[in-house]
Every structure is written in structure tokens, then in C-alpha cells.
């Protein structure tokens, strides 16, 4: 089983920007598909990214779509999230996932990821 670990949140100003990581161990992750959930206080854990194995497909959730963008590199083991132009409402503790399945015709869901990692937190000041 593929173990993850995240890094990189933090508390940053409303319209900054932070690079999430996650890194890999036990398996190499190009036989996953990757996601990024996060999930506030209060709040259901909610699809933000997701990539395919090879970093040629991502998907987005409508709220940070044009904003965040998903990457990931294969030979480093590790996967990214990039946030830009951050706002209050994306505080919440980010989680990355590792899956095995690229769903082209739904949103992905916590269900289709196997593996999570232990979550960092992201807390975006206004």
C-alpha cells in the first residue's frame, strides 16, 4: 500500500499563494491516480483535483478551477497543488489520495481513493 505524506500548508494573507506536497512512499505513484480533498471544520470532505497517472488529464472543482492547478512528478514520487489568489473559504485541512481509477463522466468522490495521506492545514486569513 502506498503511504502519503502532505506538506507545505499554512496560514497565508486572502490572494496568496501556497504549493502543497505530497509525497509517496512503499509504491511509485504512477500506478495511481492522485486527488486532492479538503475538508473545513463542520464540513463533508470535498473533491478539490484530481490527476491521472500520467499527469495528461486533471479535473477541478468548479470553486477552484482557474485558480488551483493539480501536477504531479513521476521520477520524484511526489504530487502538487498549487493555490493562487487564496480566499477565507479555502481554509480547511487539505488531504491528498491516491486511487486507481480516472472517472471521465463523474466527479470523483473520498469513495474512489484507497490511500490518504494525514492532511495539512491550510488557514487563509482575511
Known amino acids: 500500500q502506498v503511504r502519503l505524506v502532505e506538506s507545505g500548508g499554512g496560514l497565508v494573507q486572502a490572494g496568496g499563494s501556497l504549493r502543497l506536497s505530497c509525497a509517496a512512499s512503499?509504491?511509485?505513484?504512477?500506478?495511481?491516480?492522485m486527488g486532492w480533498f479538503r475538508q473545513a471544520p463542520g464540513k463533508e470532505r470535498e473533491f478539490v483535483a484530481a490527476?491521472?497517472?500520467?499527469?495528461?488529464?486533471?479535473r477541478y472543482a468548479d470553486s477552484v478551477r482557474g485558480l488551483f492547478t493539480i501536477s504531479r512528478d513521476n521520477a520524484k514520487n511526489t504530487v502538487y497543488l498549487q493555490m493562487n489568489s487564496l480566499k477565507p473559504e479555502d481554509t480547511a485541512v487539505y488531504y491528498c489520495a491516491a486511487g486507481l481509477t480516472y472517472y471521465t463522466s463523474r466527479n470523483f468522490s473520498p469513495a474512489d481513493f484507497r490511500s490518504w495521506g494525514q492532511g495539512t492545514q491550510v488557514t487563509v486569513a482575511s
Open positions: 490527476i491521472s497517472w500520467s499527469g495528461g488529464a486533471t
Open positions: 512503499g509504491r511509485t505513484l504512477s500506478g495511481y491516480v
